[in-house]
């Protein structure tokens, strides 16, 4: 039960907390801290799946000192903030192993759907009655700190996004897709937890809107097509997906006909299309990322050398407008950036090994909640990684453990249905018999 608090505290109030000087110290970043100590200390707890445990472990350990080269070569450039966001993009990872080692993964399970639910259901309180009406400092966010003003959640047209208690909607639309994914297979459990997996898939998807994170629809869009792959997609998930679309496509519809007629406002449209027409530069992040090319091809083939495989100390993401793991490549090294996106896809790959095409269901949320890496810094704060390993240590364990995975009554149609076939052809058919047989044998 120890355990099941705390993973509730750190999905639902990951930003309670107070201030230590200028950091923020949070229910998550100790429990990072913690997990991390508890890991290497006690080396001889090994975790549930041996294997799959070493094939993580491997490409962590590269990642790891990849990162603190970087930090000894720029150590000139090393401030509190800098080491704080090294000790969590270091140790957060470390909860893949948590992940593996749960004892009854259906509890956790359940506890991410009712997690995903209370996030979702208090952004759309939020949006209904207010961001700092609906507030209570130092459990929904850092005490000391004012929620608007000290974050970026209000748009360039003006509308305030609900970050839940997430402090930011960009980290909100993180966890709750996570959720979204959770919500998708636990529909495939053999439990009584579908009715929850329901209510916490839609109240992601609610809150998802509401945080008005544009990162989240990009992620989305980028996961679907990738899952949409041939050698990816399920033989199962063509009618589904294509139900959701026309879903969404007659939702969206709706909103713009309902402009179009009556001429009112809404704040959706306003923030996806409006402020994206507006300013296609996806608020200064594709002038950061040219600029940092151009300085790249300025500089000397030493100078040049130095900052791919070390990184530059000095940049900074806010000031240089430059985002996601681009952003780690240019301050740690591109070494450092494609350890991470190794990291990342490891779960993936041991999914799909366990599971087959079947797998892209389990990883799917994984696959949305990480795409939003490639163009937002949501990963830098915590616990955003730790929740995203936590629940990918889960997934491969659930894959791994078949007899919990039910196949649907669509997986049984098709499966009944190639048997049908195979017996079909494989049973002898006397008519084609005769046919086959020479003119003398048939008269013999």
């Not at 355990?3 to 100790?30: C, D, H, N, Q, R």
Request: hydrophobic share 50%; glycine share 10%; charged share 15%.
């Amino acid at each position: 039960m120890l355990i099941v608090a705390l993973w509730v505290l750190t999905m639902v109030f990951p930003k309670a907390g107070f201030y230590w000087g200028e950091i923020p110290v949070t229910i998550a970043s100790i429990v990072v801290i913690i997990y991390a100590s508890w890991h290497f200390v006690m080396p001889g707890s090994p975790p549930k799946f041996a294997e799959e445990s070493r094939q993580f472990t491997r490409v962590h350990l590269v990642f790891v000192w990849l990162i603190a080269v970087s930090l000894l070569v720029n150590l000139d450039e090393l401030t509190p903030i800098d080491a704080t966001t090294w000790v969590l993009i270091g140790a957060s990872p470390l909860a893949f192993h948590a992940g593996l080692r749960v004892t009854d993964p259906k509890r956790i399970l359940v506890v991410i759907l009712v997690s995903t639910a209370a996030v979702g259901m208090y952004a759309v309180v939020q949006n209904v009655f207010g961001v700092e009406e609906t507030a209570i400092p130092g459990l929904t966010h850092v005490a000391g700190e004012d929620l608007i003003e000290d974050n970026p959640i209000r748009t360039p047209s003006g509308t305030l996004k609900s970050p839940s208690t997430y402090h930011n909607g960009n980290l909100a639309a993180t966890f709750m897709l996570l959720g979204l994914g959770v919500a998708m297979f636990a529909t495939r459990l053999v439990s009584r937890c579908r009715m929850i997996a329901v209510v916490a898939g839609l109240s992601a998807v609610a809150g998802v809107a509401v945080s008005l994170s544009r990162s989240a629809v990009f992620a989305v869009a980028l996961a679907t097509l990738v899952a949409m792959l041939p050698r990816l997609r399920p033989r199962w998930v063509g009618r589904r997906i294509a139900a959701g679309a026309s879903v969404l496509c007659i939702a969206a519809g709706s909103l713009v006909v309902g402009q179009i007629l009556f001429g009112t406002e809404n704040f959706l449209i306003e923030r996806f299309v409006g402020d994206a027409v507006q300013d296609p530069t996806a608020a200064g992040r594709t002038g950061g990322v040219q600029r940092w090319f151009g300085g790249l091809g300025e500089q000397d083939p030493g100078e040049f050398v130095i900052t791919v495989v070390v990184g530059d100390g000095s940049v900074h993401r806010a000031d240089d407008k430059l985002e996601g793991v681009l952003w780690l490549g240019a301050k740690y090294g591109f070494g450092a950036m494609l350890a991470f996106l190794t990291l990342v896809l490891v779960p993936a790959r041991q999914i799909r090994a366990a599971l087959g095409s079947s797998g892209t269901v389990v990883w799917f949320g994984l696959a949305a909640s990480a795409a939003m890496w490639l163009v937002d810094n949501a990963f830098l704060f915590p616990p955003t990684l730790m929740n995203w390993f936590l629940v990918a240590g889960l997934s491969v364990q659930l894959s791994r453990s078949k007899e919990l995975i039910a196949p649907t009554q669509l997986d049984n149609f098709v499966t009944q249905r190639r048997q049908k076939a195979v017996t079909h052809i494989s049973e002898p058919d006397p008519q084609l018999d005769g046919l086959l047989k020479t003119p003398g044998q048939a008269h013999s």
